[in-house]
């Protein structure tokens, strides 16, 4: 590696990447197309693209520079790659933060209702924040179930979003239909989203990789079109309203003798509602976690681990390939399953676009970012990946910056592909890539990640 | 040589006729031998002769095009493998494999991947995951069994102290031996060897010998190996199978495959007088490089 | 038999489209083995390129339709090309030879930022060309049904099976086709050999999009609407044909085209409209679960 670049050689890199900038903004950035009265009006933004050019030549000569010092760190502190003897392996921060990282999650997810009520000065203030702690934690769940199809059994699955769709079309279509509470329909709705997934595993699971991800889009995609276009059962497009609210186990949230404001003689508070769904996912969430820490454990989580590392290794040691798979598809579908009908229950409505691949890139880009198999790696993902666009809408200053007429809702997606992008690259094994083991004579320890695979199917 | 026939009691694998084709290509073309019970059968020939298929057809990889195999376990009872799905060669017809090119699970511990082969016992002491999730003492009890015998596993092939190591880690003769430990912790009655001495050392190879031996004799598993090292197939092999171009061209003890003009003109390609003086040369140890793993 | 026909006009018109993104995929996937998430994406960036060039040439005053449409032609080509490299660079190419999935996740993010880029650039509302091109030769007429092909179908027929025949001779007859054969064969030999790896990799992302980029110029024509989530389901599709003929074989990309092309208006024309995006997704589940190498391509043999 040479030892500096010229900076006049850095200015010409970032010269270029300036120019590729601005072919790139023409035409799409550089004219604006309007609905005038005779066709399309064409604007002319060419301030916006030299705006954009001089941004992307800032941004590549600061990498660059960074990049520089770098190298010309590197070259004093040699390398551990040339090192030879073993250099010595303490665990960094980064691999002992799993241990504890965990509890502290739970841990502030427990008072973290409490902790935004006191913040904010009383409950209904504090409905942003825990509102946002749902949302943020049925993501954690999601991430969690679809972990034991991706990150433990190796199987790609771009279509997790359609077992949330099962799980909230059955809780709604039981609810509304047939009247049953939704105590008992969280249990059957786990129950048919994992049948679906046995249903849409059996035929797929013999695919691999790639393929595996498209066919489960694909599936994905069909079951969202079909609840679009069967109207009669699923409403179609306009979805299903009027789902009944989460109870008490049993006792509503309301004003009155037989509410639950009532019953715990507690002054009534629409927030004691929120408050419940907000534990209720927690909740929820964390039997995912458990159960998939436990079944680590078992020889089936030991099975889905080893045909994530080598299904032919597998097959020869006796190990049914399709049925160890079809649990672990079935396994994620459930708590997908369980997901879905929280959602329904929490929103009172459910409609397809709720549900579409966008959904599943996400929770899929969670798992991946978290590191495959890491429960705490996902629980961080979910809240970088929920939480970090959230931030957005609170950015309300840039409109001083840069205009009245500026949106930065409208940038979210724009910035979470660009996001997906860079996690990847920075990190291509997601936050926590050590993987622990299961059994051991002494002690644990994390293995590398450089030596667990990341599955074929 | 005492032709067998097929039905001796002592034959614990018995291939009939067995054939595959690839589209156009004949890997194996009209096989016929047997493995006794407590024996070690060795398979050789030169690369290409079609040895890999014949492993693969035998532990269920492969559907042969043709052939019938038999393997008949201890008790008496038979199994036909060409029928069998893949993994229930391991599991109900008790084969169990190496690979040429070492399939551990590098991601997972030495301890982990013995307990990975001891899958099926440990699923049903878990209830098929239903009572393993209750957390119930049986399983706990079954777990601690299949901890010890991965444990005595362990301790014989010499890893004991590497057990919470990650197999990836391991240097390649110790790869190798754990992944025949691994393939006794299903409890095999017929142990096939995907050339188990390929890239170890002299030391080394001497040890995989013992293994083996133990094998044989101590629990009474009967051995298959693919191998390339001469010196390794004479010393420990009870008998010998040649393969050329997916045919049998010799079938008998060491001692006269060695001697047999048929496999030494396979092998080496020229005449008679020149083998002798090859021979001594070489010390009738056949190098065969061996490609590197990727 | 009437309807048929024309069915079978429209068929091959919209499979042409297809088949020319659906080499893109092939190549892509043929070469690094990874499907390029974000080519449906690129391709929907291609058509507003069109669509804006056409505003602009149209507001300089070129009136000759010939003209306007090689210049737009030319002009959509380079840009997405420009696009299709930029993709690579940027979001692929750090990733190569890294965690199988980093590449899929990096290019659906690609995908997700390239739809939003231009809904935030142009808005989210559909864009409607001037209809230019109009009108076309019946081919016969019987009972008051006239079949038709339409200068702009003979327009897309012909332009595809130029764009085919030049494409078949620079992969089949040229050094960059044979390095990108040999790459596809085996990268780290033919980086021995002394080819270029990475700027092989990175033409065939170009070709790719300049063939996106086409159909992307005849998308726009044929329908006259685009709109920024164009890419989705048209990607799907061609992904589908690439499939189906066989994913790294690219007659089987274009073959594939046609055929998911006719199944769409036939589909359409006899069953219901609204269940053609499940027909086609069905076929592509189909397709990849009982013939996962396709119509040309090759089995893959399990290595053990």
Request: glycine share 10%; aromatic share 10%.
């Amino acid at each position: 590696m040479a030892a500096a670049t010229s900076p006049a050689a850095i200015l010409k890199d970032a010269g270029l990447f300036a120019l590729v900038a601005l072919g790139l903004c023409i035409p799409i950035v550089s004219h604006r197309t309007d609905l005038g009265s005779d066709g399309l009006a064409l604007t002319p933004r060419w301030g916006l693209v030299a705006g954009l050019c001089a941004a992307v030549f800032c941004v590549r000569l600061v990498q660059r520079l960074l990049l520089e010092r770098r190298a010309a760190r590197a070259l004093v502190t040699p390398s551990p790659h040339q090192a030879t003897e073993p250099v010595g392996a303490e665990p960094n921060a980064g691999q002992r933060l799993p241990r504890l990282g965990l509890p502290l999650f739970v841990g502030f997810a427990l008072f973290l209702p409490l902790i935004a009520a006191l913040a904010s000065g009383g409950l209904s203030p504090a409905r942003y924040w825990i509102d946002l702690g749902i949302l943020i934690l049925t993501y954690v769940m999601l991430g969690w179930g679809l972990n034991i199809v991706v990150g433990l059994a190796g199987l790609l699955d771009l279509g997790y979003v359609a077992f949330y769709a099962v799980g909230a079309y059955s809780y709604a279509l039981l609810s509304t239909v047939f009247g049953l509470s939704f105590w008992v329909c969280l249990p059957l709705a786990g129950l048919f989203a994992g049948l679906w997934g046995v249903m849409l595993g059996f035929p797929v699971l013999r695919l691999r990789g790639d393929y595996l991800a498209i066919v489960t889009l694909a599936f994905g995609e069909i079951i969202r079109l079909v609840l679009i276009n069967w109207s009669d059962v699923t409403g179609g497009s306009a979805g299903i309203s009027s789902i009944p609210r989460a109870t008490f186990f049993g006792v509503p949230f309301k004003a009155g003798p037989d509410g639950f404001s009532t019953l715990f003689g507690l002054p009534f508070d629409p927030m004691h509602r929120i408050v419940f769904l907000y534990y209720l996912i927690l909740a929820l969430a964390l039997v995912t976690s458990l159960v998939t820490l436990r079944l680590r454990r078992l020889p089936i989580g030991r099975a889905w681990e080893a045909l994530r590392e080598d299904e032919i290794a597998c097959r020869s040691l006796g190990i049914d390939t399709t049925k160890t798979k079809l649990t672990a598809f079935a396994l994620g579908a459930m708590f997908g399953g369980f997901a879905g009908s929280f959602f329904a229950v929490r929103q009172g409505f459910v409609s397809p676009e709720s549900f579409n691949f966008l959904e599943s890139a996400i929770i899929l880009a969670i798992v991946v970012l978290g590191g495959m198999g890491s429960q705490l790696g996902v629980a961080v993902a979910a809240v970088a990946m929920v939480g970090g666009p959230e931030l957005l809408r609170n950015l309300g200053f840039l409109k001083g910056v840069f205009g009245e007429g500026f949106d930065p809702n409208e940038f979210r997606l724009l910035l979470f592909g660009l996001a997906m992008v860079a996690m990847m690259i920075w990190r291509p094994r997601g936050l926590i890539s050590d993987r622990m083991p299961t059994v051991a004579l002494g002690q644990r320890k994390a293995i590398g990640k450089d030596l667990v695979r990341e599955g074929h199917g | 040589m005492a032709t067998r026939r097929p039905d001796d009691p002592h034959a614990v694998l018995t291939v009939d006729h067995l054939t595959m084709r690839f589209g156009g290509l004949t890997a194996v073309d009209d096989l016929s031998f047997q493995a006794r019970r407590a024996e070690i059968t060795a398979l050789i020939g030169p690369n290409g002769a079609g040895k890999t298929t014949v492993f693969n057809c035998i532990t269920g990889f492969y559907r042969p095009s043709e052939g019938m195999l038999t393997l008949r376990h201890a008790d008496g009872a038979a199994h036909l493998l060409e029928r069998l799905p893949n993994h229930a060669v391991n599991r109900r017809a008790r084969v169990a494999r190496t690979f040429q090119n070492i399939r551990l699970f590098s991601g997972m511990t030495v301890l982990e991947n013995l307990m990975v082969a001891q899958h099926a016992p440990l699923m049903r002491a878990s209830g098929y995951t239903l009572l393993g999730l209750l957390g119930l003492p049986g399983y706990r009890r079954a777990e601690a069994e299949a901890v010890a015998k991965a444990s005595a596993w362990l301790e014989r092939i010499d890893l004991l102290r590497r057990a919470d190591d990650p197999a990836g880690d391991l240097p390649y003769g110790d790869q190798r031996r754990l992944e025949i430990a691994r393939a006794m912790c299903t409890g095999p009655e017929l142990l096939c060897l995907d050339e188990p001495a390929a890239g170890l050392n002299p030391r080394e190879s001497a040890d995989l010998a013992r293994l083996l031996r133990h094998i044989r004799d101590e629990h009474a598993t009967s051995v298959l190996l693919i191998e390339h090292d001469m010196a390794v197939v004479m010393e420990i092999s009870d008998h010998v199978v040649v393969l050329d171009y997916g045919k049998k061209i010799a079938d008998g003890p060491p001692r006269d495959i060695r001697e047999d003009p048929k496999v030494i003109a396979a092998y080496l390609g020229v005449e008679d007088e020149e083998v002798a003086k090859v021979d001594a040369e070489v010390g009738l140890t056949i190098p065969v490089a061996e490609e590197a793993r990727p | 038999m009437d309807v048929f026909v024309q069915q079978l006009i429209n068929g091959l018109t919209l499979g042409s489209i297809y088949g020319l993104i659906a080499i893109g995929y092939t190549m892509v996937f043929g070469i690094i083995g990874m499907v390029n998430f974000a080519h449906g994406d690129v391709f929907m960036v291609s058509t507003f390129i069109a669509l804006i060039s056409f505003l602009v040439l149209t507001a300089l005053g070129i009136s000759s339709v010939a003209l306007a449409f090689l210049a737009v032609l030319v002009i959509t080509m380079a840009l997405t090309a420009l696009w299709g490299f930029s993709v690579e660079r940027i979001a692929y190419r750090p990733l190569r030879g890294s965690f199988r999935l980093a590449p899929l996740i990096s290019a659906i993010g690609v995908s997700i930022f390239l739809s939003n880029f231009v809904q935030v650039a142009q808005g989210a509302r559909n864009k409607a060309l001037p209809s230019m091109l109009d009108g076309g030769l019946t081919l016969f007429e019987r009972d008051g049904y006239a079949v038709t092909l339409s200068y702009k179908q003979i327009l897309i027929m012909a332009v595809t099976s130029v764009l085919l025949l030049g494409f078949w001779y620079l992969v089949q007859r040229t050094p960059f086709g044979r390095a990108q054969r040999a790459c596809e064969q085996d990268r780290k030999m033919a980086a021995l050999l002394g080819i270029d790896v990475d700027r092989t990799i990175s033409l065939t992302f170009v070709l790719g999009a300049v063939l996106a980029a086409v159909a992307g110029l005849l998308y726009l024509l044929y329908y006259g609407v685009v709109s920024f989530s164009d890419g989705f389901v048209p990607g799907v599709k061609a992904f589908t044909a690439a499939v189906l003929g066989g994913i790294g074989s690219l007659p089987g990309a274009v073959i594939g085209g046609l055929i998911i092309g006719l199944i769409e208006t036939f589909w359409s024309a006899y069953f219901s409209i609204e269940y053609k995006d499940v027909a086609a997704f069905s076929i592509l589940a189909i397709v990849l679960i009982f013939m996962p190498s396709g119509l040309l391509g090759r089995a893959e043999v399990e290595k053990v």
